[in-house]
């Protein structure tokens, strides 16, 4: 029985890792955006305390949905670098560019809040994808993906690969997005609590870290 169990374990925590399809995939350097636009289904998911939100609620902004999973380690390191954007968003008082993380995960709110607090994610909100609705509506395939929708809530970018959000020449297409004018943003301004290159100075989560939070619960 216990062999069995061990098995089961094992063969659940390969599942999960190969979930996390693109974790040694190169890292984009700019935003690739299609011709062929859409308009984005109707979906709808919650926050960690269960408040419920429209993807409508957010038309007239910016919209980055990125959906992440916390057994995929990479997918934490782009939420590092997603939360540095935001936080010099914050700064430039950019209002209308909206970053969107939504969980995958089968775990408890409280835990995924553990996530961000272990790995200093101080400026994102958490959202989830209860039944994994989100996922299936979208036909997002695992984690990392991001999609990213314009203010009409219309389609003009998807991949499942990882981006450098807080890379400078980004930001400027984002902000390009808005219609607003654009500023050469400096790679120095961006490194407020994390390199701008989280591989070369360590920055990245380790896979012990999240297997201790894991075996935690």
Not at 167 to 185: E, F, H, M, S, T
Request: net charge negative; glycine share 4%.
């Amino acid at each position: 029985m216990k062999r069995f169990f061990i098995f089961l374990l094992t063969a659940f925590l390969s599942a999960e890792a190969a979930f996390c399809e693109t974790e040694q995939k190169a890292i984009m350097q700019e935003l690739v955006f299609s011709k062929a636009v859409r308009k984005i289904p109707k979906i709808n998911f919650v926050d960690e305390v269960e408040n419920n939100y429209d993807i409508k609620d957010f038309e007239g902004q910016i919209v980055i949905l990125y959906s992440w999973a916390s057994w995929c380690v990479e997918c934490i390191n782009e939420l590092k670098r997603l939360d540095t954007l935001k936080s010099k968003l914050l700064y430039e008082n950019v209002a209308d560019i909206e970053i969107i993380p939504i969980s995958i995960d089968f775990k408890q709110p409280e835990f995924l809040h553990s996530v961000y607090k272990n790995t200093g994610i101080a400026n994102l909100g958490l959202f989830i994808d209860q039944n994994k609705k989100v996922m299936k509506t979208l036909e997002i395939s695992g984690a990392p993906y991001t999609i990213i929708l314009d203010k009409n809530l219309m389609e003009i970018m998807r991949t499942n690969q990882h981006i450098k959000w807080d890379k400078a020449n980004i930001i400027d297409q984002l902000i390009k997005l808005r219609g607003g004018p654009v500023k050469k943003y400096q790679s120095d301004a961006l490194q407020l609590e994390h390199s701008e290159d989280l591989q070369k100075e360590g920055d990245n989560v380790d896979n012990s870290d999240i297997q201790r939070m894991l075996n935690s619960k």
